[in-house]
């Protein structure tokens, strides 16, 4: 927290919180990171790790990510794969994958420049990542309602703010967040960075601290 607070104090001094083309950009591992946040999927590593160590989570699926976990503590691992990782060679089951250049959608970058993408090969078993999803939904929900990519952009579009009129984008929109005048406040000494983290599942302190010291 106390890194958050220094990057974001350099960020006040210098003038570049709360208008066009400032702030801080955080990086993040894996293409978008941040579209996944923007969704609500934010679960911290640490907790499910702890989860995972006492026995509360006893499933997982993993769609096209690599994680490092004891598949003998779960009951039960299915992974969505484009190929064969180390996860996948621990799963009960493996469901095939589809590329980024086998699916059509949107990434989501650091600046939250929303980037539609096209379907330019055809998968082999023809199915996209988010059909096979649909279609392990309708396991637990038979009338679950999504057919199309463009009913989940609008169900977005409608749900989240930032993403609307996310159906009918052709190339990329960029959405807009909201601050007013922010200033900087004591903090301690801290390192920048103090160990490795894979931030797309760390708990972004930077904008938890703007939420609280500036008025939205």
Not at 59 to 71: K, P, R, Y
Not at 107 to 121: G, N, P, W
Not at 160 to 175: D, F, K, Q, S
Request: proline letters at 2%.
């Amino acid at each position: 927290l106390e890194t958050a607070k220094i990057a974001a104090n350099i960020a006040a001094v210098t003038g570049n919180i709360g208008k066009a083309r400032a702030g801080i950009i955080q990086l993040k591992q894996n293409a978008n990171s941040q579209g996944i946040v923007d969704l609500g999927i934010n679960t911290d590593k640490e907790e499910f790790y702890q989860k995972l160590e006492n026995g509360t989570i006893k499933a997982v699926a993993s769609f096209g990510e690599d994680i490092n976990l004891d598949a003998y503590k779960l009951d039960f691992l299915v992974v969505q794969e484009v190929q064969l990782s180390d996860l996948a060679q621990k799963a009960n089951v493996i469901l095939p994958g589809a590329s980024f250049a086998e699916s059509a959608g949107t990434f989501t970058s650091s600046e939250r420049r929303i980037q539609r993408t096209q379907k330019v090969l055809q998968h082999k078993d023809a199915m996209e990542n988010w059909q096979i999803a649909m279609e392990i939904a309708r396991v637990l929900q038979p009338n679950f309602g999504f057919r199309t990519m463009k009913e989940i952009q609008e169900e977005i579009s409608r749900s989240i703010p930032n993403y609307r009129g996310l159906a009918t984008i052709e190339n990329a929109m960029v959405w807009e967040y909201k601050a007013s005048k922010c200033e900087p406040v004591e903090t301690k000494e801290a390192a920048l960075v103090d160990q490795q983290t894979n931030t797309s599942h760390a708990i972004n302190h930077f904008a938890a601290y703007i939420e609280k010291t500036c008025a939205m």
